[in-house]
């Protein structure tokens, strides 16, 4: 970890159908981000929290509401998440990106950490706890270098690859280095 700038960038929108506004929605008396950014606090393995949020309209509650909690954000394109991680992560000279979405409340902070230190050890381009499902939903956490996220960002052509942040790095193990972490006991699903 010694000198590498890691930085966590959690996925937010208003725009969701099935429970619109959930990332502002309280959950016990606070907005469901502000639970989740507490949580990310307590990583022993972040440098950075920002979330990364669209430049549409519906989105300014959450841009307004970061600039009132006085967390960092960084706005970009609603369909094309995978420019918004890359524009965020250049701003902020990131060489690791956590990527955890602001609807996941019961984000476990060991859980990114432990992702975060198999993708270390591992030295791999991408490693994450989703890919061999073994964790309940929600504990979600995905480690990737600024290295492959240009290069996806450069490369992904389709559409499902520009919406989907990590698709092009896990769908193409032969191009990059892929980590996985599985639950033990007490968290396997």
């Known amino acids: 970890m010694a000198g590498k700038k890691i930085g966590c960038i959690v996925q937010a929108r208003m725009g969701s159908t099935r429970l619109p506004g959930k990332a502002i929605a309280k959950i016990a008396g606070k907005p469901m981000l502000g639970i989740v950014i507490e949580r ?22 959450i841009a307004n509401y970061c600039k009132r909690q006085g967390i960092e954000f960084c706005r970009g394109p609603e ?13 902020h000279g990131l060489d690791v990106v956590v990527r955890v979405t602001g609807d ?5 902070p060991e859980t990114v950490d432990k992702t975060v230190e198999t993708f270390l050890k591992g030295n791999f381009d991408y490693a994450s706890n989703i890919a061999l499902r073994s964790f309940p939903r929600g504990l979600d956490a ?14 992904a052509e389709s ?8 698709h092009y790095i896990y769908a193409k193990p032969k ?14 699903r």
């Open 142 to 155: 995905e480690v990737f270098s600024f290295k492959a996220l240009e290069k996806a960002f450069k490369e």
């Open 79 to 91: 369909e094309n998440v995978l420019k918004r991680y890359y524009d965020c992560a250049k701003a």
């Open 104 to 108: 996941c409340p019961l984000i476990d």
């Open 175 to 188: 191009k990059f280095k892929i980590g996985h972490v599985k639950a033990g006991k007490k968290l396997f």
């Open 159 to 166: 559409d499902f690859d520009k919406e989907h942040v990590t």
């Open 40 to 61: 990310l606090a307590l990583c022993k393995n972040l440098n950075q929290i920002i979330v990364a949020t669209s430049v549409s309209g519906n989105d300014d509650k």
